[in-house]
């Protein structure tokens, strides 16, 4: 609850201070005056329309409409008064008016819109297709339930990437990385795994080593023309998404010139407090010796450099932000190009406190009670290095045929230093000290040839060629730890322990072609019936060496004391410097998509829409993993078919008025690489992970209801409920392997529900605007979990769990209901904005709220661990200058918001002392703090 008090107190101060800056600056002006107000709308569509200058030329007094369309001109002289509209593409208009001294009355204005009528191609302005407005309108008329974020609105947000974009969306919550930054979308609930990433409506290929979901991350957010988040599927499109599909419709050739250019600099203050800690990745070698020299090379310990672990220091790094945009077509309409590209070089981190539990825990003095080993004070610094570039290319010889071709490139290079100090718990022994050097390069690149073509006035046909290839690269991650010997019966100072070094490289790469048929058979009747093939081929290599300190000599004062990185000595620890050669984590995949559908969709009554059909998806996946002949699971086939019907329902209640109804089937296929056996700590150094050869696919009945308000101007209000019935949901869980030994690995959990309700809603009032969302979900599973305790009947431990013996306090396994993970019963956005066209400031405080969640779930029961509710508040300004210039500020996480991460149970022992556990009902495992970030530039737009 304090976040939501911090979070109210911060919003009502701002909305306070703007109410009496409103206030202020009204002039009642003297009685005999008068006052003209009215609104200004588009002539065609009706929409209201933002920014018009409206002037009485004769005394050059003038304003501009607001965020609602309206104006209101003050202190005018009583008798006939001129008044004129001026707007880039639109009719200059004029109208006289005869004003009553003392009193306020009405003017409305329709504009005509200007510009040339092209013969054979019709091209939507490049501005209309990136406001809000123009969302709005989509939405409207699209024929499922979707929300949609306009570039203009990204522009004006606190956000530079589509990861902190898509969580002012409603009902999306994200995954956030080591930097405090959006990853990862959760819709409605459903994790990341449950929903798709599409660039222009086609699916790509993610570079994660692990997942299909796609890192949001890696995308600059001023490529976007808009994001849609898809939450209802019609058959015409994929069926693999549950929570939803999140589509990045990618800015299209402009009907004019258009140049954009972006240029800005910030800082992170996690930076003032502390410096940023990084290293040199120039000469990372990219290849492990046994890759540069065959798997029968033994390797030496000389072949392995700790030139990672040389760090430097930088207080305050600067961070840099440019963007370049050009497009243009020719005069006839036909040709058209877009060019734009991104960089963007951030320097972020996180300081993390961390109690790491063990594996079991303590039987009293309650069952399960939490217990850990160490605690972990953690310095996160990483260099992020983002690009982005796209051309969108597209030619109409003619009215009929269309043709485009679409290049996207983006790359984001991560280069992380992790320090880790111990602390000593008073127990004696060896407290480790380590550090980590990573260097992570993602890479997405595809390319989309399309066309349409008007084969009889009736038939039309679509298609798609699509080449995908997204890759991942660890080249020489390097671990290294010291210890600090404290026990009395040991040799005393600070030693090498050991060290080890990474190379990991995946590949995911997708050939698919798409083909759409369509019949309209009336004016109010159409049918479309199309297929998809897709190959994908993953591939994943994977190669460490763990190496020991080398010792000094014999007897027990043998240990290499620690001068510097530089000086460390260390010999193999296992397998003499070999390639692994049996190792799971080397695999090859192939999964082959075909698909077909049929879909209608008629109007009847000019009221009701109905839009349904059926998709068939054929399933066949094949793996070959490096694990041993004998191993079960080594190499497996698999192959299903879906059916998977929807239908959906729009009814008109006017034109500004809609309801709709939805269902649809949804699956969520496994990850390629949870089917493989393999056991690793690949990323992840709290537990060990393993395959699952014998995961099912999930599938899911989902149910949308919505009533749909779309005001003037970009003003709406939704209002809807979803209900999802899932069937083998996949999880997380920890599963028994042997005593006391459990492995982290994906599970289908029997069946699941989750529903909720969602409100959006965008109101203006001149020059303030208020936007938001709330969406409630409720999800609900039930799993058995283990108990470890001491029996009241025979004073002796016992561990009760569906493999272990029941005992006479627990007949049966117990089991525990919990939400699905990553699910929070309540998210909001709330948006303050203001917004001057006359005088070209814009600004906007934002919130966002996430309530609590499942970060992990435990095997053993009420000891899952929840990631607390957080409420983070940011704020973005721009001010327009002469010459096609603006200048713009975005500040993010005003409050500091940390993510923190706990058990639900009341703190017993040492934990009643431990640092930060203040709570009397609550254990801290987790603390991430990230601070504040800053950014300041220059934005330059001819257009």
């Excluded at 010796?289 to 672990?309: C, H, I, M, R, V």
């Excluded at 990553?822 to 998210?827: A, D, L, V, Y």
């Excluded at 929840?866 to 500040?891: C, G, I, M, N, Y």
């Amino acid at each position: 609850m304090l976040h939501i008090y911090r979070f109210c107190a911060a919003f009502l101060t701002v909305l306070l201070c703007g109410v009496t800056l409103t206030v202020s600056a009204q002039n009642l002006g003297r009685s005999n005056l008068a006052a003209l107000r009215g609104t200004v709308r588009d002539a065609k569509t009706g929409d209201v329309l933002i920014g018009v200058s409206v002037v009485v030329p004769a005394t050059q007094q003038g304003t501009a409409t607001g965020l609602d369309g309206t104006f209101v001109l003050r202190e005018l002289a009583p008798g006939p008064v001129v008044v004129q509209t001026r707007n880039l593409g639109y009719e200059l208009q004029t109208q006289t008016i005869s004003l009553t001294p003392g009193a306020t009355q009405t003017l409305d204005f329709q504009l005509i819109a200007t510009g040339h009528e092209l013969t054979e191609v019709t091209v939507t302005g490049q501005a209309d297709r990136e406001s809000a407005q123009s969302a709005r309108r989509a939405e409207q008329k699209a024929d499922n339930v979707l929300n949609i974020i306009s570039a203009r609105t990204i522009e004006l947000s606190p956000d530079v990437t589509v990861g902190n974009v898509v969580q002012r969306a409603s009902g999306v919550s994200v995954v956030r990385n080591s930097g405090g930054d959006g990853q990862y979308a959760i819709i409605r609930g459903m994790d990341r795994r449950y929903n798709y990433t599409l660039v222009n409506g086609i699916k790509i290929p993610s570079p994660d080593p692990k997942n299909r979901y796609v890192p949001l991350d890696i995308f600059p957010a001023e490529l976007l023309e808009r994001l849609e988040v898809i939450k209802a599927l019609t058959p015409n499109m994929e069926g693999d998404a549950i929570g939803g599909a999140l589509n990045m419709v990618m800015k299209s050739a402009p009907d004019h010139l258009v140049v954009a250019a972006t240029a800005a600099g910030g800082y992170s203050d996690l930076f003032a407090t502390r410096p940023f800690s990084g290293f040199s990745t120039s000469s990372l070698p990219q290849q492990s010796p046994g890759q540069a020299n065959g798997t029968d090379y033994a390797a030496k310990p000389s072949d392995f450099s700790n030139t990672p672990l040389n760090y430097s220091s930088v207080q305050v790094p600067a961070n840099s932000l440019f963007g370049l945009t050009i497009g243009n077509r020719t005069r006839d309409g036909k040709l058209g190009l877009l060019v734009a590209g991104s960089l963007q070089n951030t320097y972020r981190g996180s300081d993390r406190l961390f109690y790491r539990p063990l594996g079991q825990p303590k039987p009293e003095p309650l069952p399960n009670t939490f217990t850990f080993d160490e605690i972990q004070r953690r310095e996160y610094s990483l260099l992020q290095n983002r690009a982005g570039l796209h051309a969108k290319l597209d030619y109409a010889p003619s009215a009929r045929n269309r043709l485009s071709l679409y290049s996207l490139l983006v790359r984001l290079d991560d280069a992380q230093h992790r320090h880790i100090t111990t602390n000593d718990l008073g127990t004696g022994g060896d407290v480790p000290v380590s550090d980590q050097s990573r260097f992570q390069r993602q890479q997405l690149w595809s390319e989309t040839l399309q066309g349409t073509h008007q084969l009889l006035p009736r038939f039309s046909l679509s298609w798609s060629a699509v080449y995908g290839r997204a890759t991942f690269d660890t080249p020489n991650q390097t671990d290294i730890t010291i210890v600090r010997a404290t026990a009395a019966n040991t040799q005393q100072g600070t030693f090498v322990s050991n060290s080890s070094h990474l190379w990991q490289h995946s590949l995911d790469q997708d050939v698919a072609g798409y083909a759409n048929l369509s019949f309209a058979a009336t004016d109010k009747l159409e049918f479309t019936a199309g297929g998809l093939l897709r190959n994908k081929d993953r591939t994943s290599t994977y190669d460490y060496y763990d190496l020991d300190a080398a010792t000094t000599g014999t007897g027990t004062n043998n240990r290499q004391p620690f001068t510097t990185y530089d000086q460390a000595r260390f010999v193999f620890s296992l397998d003499n410097g070999q390639e692994k050669s049996t190792d799971g984590n080397n695999y090859v995949a192939n999964e082959r998509i075909a698909a077909g559908y049929a879909q209608a969709k008629i109007l009847l009554a000019n009221k009701l829409q109905i839009l349904g059909g059926v998709r068939f998806e054929n399933t066949s996946q094949h793996y070959d993993s490096q694990l041993p002949a004998t191993q079960v699971g080594r190499s497996g086939n698999i192959s299903y078919l879906d059916v998977l019907p929807s239908v959906h329902f729009k009814y008109l209640l006017n034109e500004r008025q809609n309801l709709r109804l939805s269902y649809f089937k949804g699956i969520s296929r496994p990850n390629l690489f949870e089917l493989v056996p393999a056991v690793t700590n690949l990323n992840n150094d709290y537990y060990t992970e393993a395959g699952n050869p014998y995961l099912k696919h999930t599938q899911a009945d989902n149910l949308d209801f919505r009533y749909e308000h779309f005001g003037p101007a970009a003003s709406q209000l939704l209002a809807g409920v979803f209900y999802k019935n899932i069937q083998n949901p996949i999880e997380y869980g920890f599963a028994q392997v042997a005593n006391n030994t459990s492995y982290y690995q994906p599970q289908n959990f029997g069946n699941a529900t989750n529903f909720g309700a969602e409100l959006v809603f965008t109101k203006y009032l001149r020059n303030w605007g208020v936007n938001g969302n709330y969406t409630y979900t409720h999800s609900s599973i039930t799993t058995t979990k283990r108990v470890y305790y001491r029996s009241a009947t025979d004073g002796q431990y016992h561990t009760v769990s569906p493999d272990q013996p029941a005992t006479a306090e627990y007949p049966t396994p117990p089991t525990q209901t919990r939400p699905l993970q990553g699910q929070s019963n309540h998210i909001a956005n709330l948006a303050l904005l203001y917004r001057s066209e006359a005088t070209g400031f814009h600004a906007q405080v934002a919130a966002v709220y996430t309530g609590r969640r499942i970060n992990l779930v435990s095997p053993y029961k009420d000891l899952d661990q929840w990631q607390r509710a957080t409420t983070q508040l940011d704020f973005s300004a721009e001010q327009k200058l002469p010459a096609h210039l603006t200048a713009f500020l975005k500040v993010t996480n005003l409050l500091n918001t940390p993510t923190v991460v706990e058990v639900l149970q009341a703190p017993t022992g040492g934990l009643l002392t431990a640092p930060e556990q203040n709570s009397p009902n609550r254990i801290l495992v987790q603390r991430d703090v990230y601070n504040r970030t800053y950014l300041l530039g220059l934005r330059y737009r001819l257009n």
